[in-house]
T-cell receptor, first 113, second 116 residues
Framework: GEDVEQSLFLSVREGDSSVINCTYTDSSSTYLYWYKQEPGAGLQLLTYIFSNMDMKQDQRLTVLLNKKDKHLSLRIADTQTGDSAIYFCAESGVKNSWGKLQFGAGTQVVVTP | DSGVTQTPKHLITATGQRVTLRCSPRSGDLSVYWYQQSLDQGLQFLIQYYNGEERAKGNILERFSAQQFPDLHSELNLSSLELGDSALYFC???????????????FGAGSRLTVL
């Protein structure tokens, strides 16, 4: 099965907060990442978190990591129409030869006015 | 513009044919990664090169091969193409080989391959 799992779709109203969830199976994962893919474009790194951290905040983005449950979430405050995209969770660590990132299937976020 | 350049952007070919996808990494990056994105399989890691040497291998078919040249650009060769090879192929680059610190990958815009 997949090493990284995400829900496939999220609909949110403009101005609300979005929360995208991700679970992973590899306990040796060292870094966890969030990437954003807009239509017709490549993946763009949003943020990442080291596995010994619980939380990381970067402007409108908040990442929460529950290492015990192997659960990662990305919260986007004050969601805007420009946030409509596919969001990918990814992990890297010893099992994946460090350099390789293992991606989830992606969560499509649709922001409605 | 991410700094990672992929050509061609779109490619349409027939089953049984061979194609080459090209990637120029971001200036200063020594690692190149190839990923395949399809609707049914998501983002699949194919292969990584670091400074000309193969570093990690993923779910790359035997019909596919890749290399990284001395100028650090990389090519992904896909042969005996099948309908199922239709996908978006991404190249990404990073400074190091991975292994110390976060491995930040910068992605190109992708090459969309359609096999008819």
């Amino acid at each position: 099965g997949e090493d990284v799992e995400q829900s496939l779709f999220l609909s949110v109203r403009e101005g609300d907060s979005s929360v995208i969830n991700c679970t992973y199976t590899d306990s040796s994962s060292t870094y966890l990442y969030w990437y954003k893919q807009e239509p017709g474009a490549g993946l763009q790194l949003l943020t990442y978190i080291f596995s010994n951290m619980d939380m990381k905040q970067d402007q409108r983005l908040t990442v929460l990591l529950n290492k015990k449950d192997k659960h990662l979430s990305l919260r986007i405050a004050d969601t805007q129409t420009g946030d409509s995209a596919i969001y990918f969770c990814a992990e890297s660590g010893v099992k994946n030869s460090w350099g390789k990132l293992q991606f989830g299937a992606g969560t499509q976020v649709v922001v409605t006015p | 513009d991410s700094g990672v350049t992929q050509t061609p952007k779109h490619l349409i070919t027939a089953t049984g044919q061979r194609v080459t996808l090209r990637c120029s990494p971001r200036s200063g990056d020594l690692s190149v990664y190839w990923y395949q994105q399809s609707l049914d399989q998501g983002l699949q890691f194919l292969i990584q090169y670091y400074n000309g040497e193969e570093r990690a291998k993923g779910n790359i078919l035997e019909r596919f091969s890749a290399q990284q040249f001395p100028d650090l650009h990389s090519e992904l060769n896909l042969s005996s193409l099948e309908l199922g090879d239709s996908a978006l192929y991404f190249c990404a680059s990073s400074v190091g080989p991975g292994g110390t610190g976060a491995n930040v990958l910068t992605f190109g815009a992708g090459s969309r391959l359609t096999v008819l």
